[in-house]
């Protein structure tokens, strides 16, 4: 049995044989068909931007992971870079950089020199979905290349999941279930290999302007990560 452990309570399930065996990034993937046909208009329209899936950024080496939902349409799936060009990624990498994960505080486009020391960003699903909103399918089918991304992590990994989304795709991708640890702003988890997990609301537009999300609760949470990462 696999084991995850919240705040000091133990939490337990059995793995989840139903995840895909990991494969790395494919940056010409079109295993879901409504997503595929979605990044081929988006290229009718803006043949300028990506509209393909997004790689993982950062440090290979990293000790933090951040997970996000997608890409977003006018950000990532733009430029090609996770949480770049949105109005998300103000937030994280301003709050990265401020402990000292990232060479610089704002990520506008692929050349604009910024790196990352530590830390790794990906998402759930490498694709843009219609309306942000990606099918319980497809999270499934993506699941396989954060497997992959995981599976290389080193013991004592801190990954940050932001959302519940992301949340689940961590658990899945660990071979739990959704049972074993339920998503909560600031909530903490032992997963399996030594690795852990911290939950955070996701940086976006609208979690911050409505205050669902604050900028002290953002950097409070990546502290705490950053902390544990670097223990």
Same mark, same amino acid.
């Given at each position: 049995?696999?084991?995850?452990r919240?705040?000091?309570?133990? $939490?337990?399930?059995?793995?989840?044989?139903?995840?895909?065996?990991?494969?790395?990034?494919?940056p010409?993937?079109?295993?879901? /068909?409504?997503?595929?046909?979605?990044? @081929?208009?988006?290229?009718?329209?803006? /043949? *300028?931007?990506h $509209?393909?899936?997004?790689?993982?950024?950062?440090?290979?080496h990293?000790?933090?992971?951040?997970?996000?939902?997608?890409?977003?349409?006018?950000?990532?799936?733009?430029?090609?870079?996770?949480?770049?060009?949105?109005? #998300?990624?103000?937030?994280?990498?301003?709050?990265?950089?401020?402990?000292?994960? #990232?060479?610089?505080?704002?990520?506008?486009?692929?050349?604009?020199?910024?790196?990352?020391?530590?830390?790794? =960003?990906? %998402?759930?699903?490498? $694709?843009?979905?219609?309306? %942000?909103?990606?099918?319980?399918?497809?999270?499934r @089918?993506? %699941? !396989?290349?954060?497997?992959?991304?995981?599976?290389?992590? #080193?013991?004592?990994?801190?990954?940050?999941?932001?959302?519940? =989304? #992301?949340?689940?795709?961590?658990?899945?991708? $660990?071979?739990?279930?959704?049972?074993?640890?339920?998503?909560?702003?600031?909530? *903490?988890?032992?997963?399996? !290999?030594g690795?852990?997990?911290?939950?955070s609301?996701h940086?976006?537009?609208?979690?911050? %302007?409505?205050?669902?999300l604050t900028?002290?609760?953002?950097?409070?949470?990546?502290?705490?990560?950053?902390?544990?990462?670097?223990?």
């Open positions: 049995m696999a084991r995850v919240a705040s000091g309570v133990g $939490c337990y399930a059995l793995r989840d044989m139903t995840t895909p065996a990991s494969i790395s990034f494919d010409r993937c079109t295993l879901c /068909p409504r997503l595929a046909g979605f990044l @081929t208009e988006g290229k009718r329209q803006y /043949p *300028q931007y $509209c393909a899936p997004v790689a993982p950024f950062g440090d290979r990293a000790r933090l992971l951040v997970v996000g939902l997608a890409p977003g349409f006018h950000g990532a799936n733009a430029t090609g870079r996770p949480f770049t060009g949105d109005h #998300a990624g103000i937030l994280l990498y301003e709050t990265l950089h401020a402990f000292g994960f #990232a060479s610089a505080s704002a990520s506008v486009s692929l050349d604009d020199g910024l790196t990352l020391s530590g830390a790794r =960003i990906t %998402n759930a699903v490498k $694709c843009v979905p219609p309306g %942000n909103k990606p099918m319980p399918e497809e999270i @089918t993506c %699941n !396989r290349y954060l497997v992959a991304e995981i599976s290389g992590l #080193a013991p004592g990994t801190v990954l940050l999941a932001l959302g519940s =989304i #992301a949340h689940g795709a961590i658990l899945r991708a $660990c071979g739990l279930k959704a049972s074993a640890a339920k998503f909560a702003h600031g909530a *903490q988890f032992d997963l399996p !290999r690795l852990r997990m911290v939950d609301y940086c976006s537009r609208y979690n911050t %302007n409505t205050r669902r900028t002290q609760m953002f950097r409070d949470v990546v502290g705490r990560a950053s902390e544990l990462a670097r223990s």
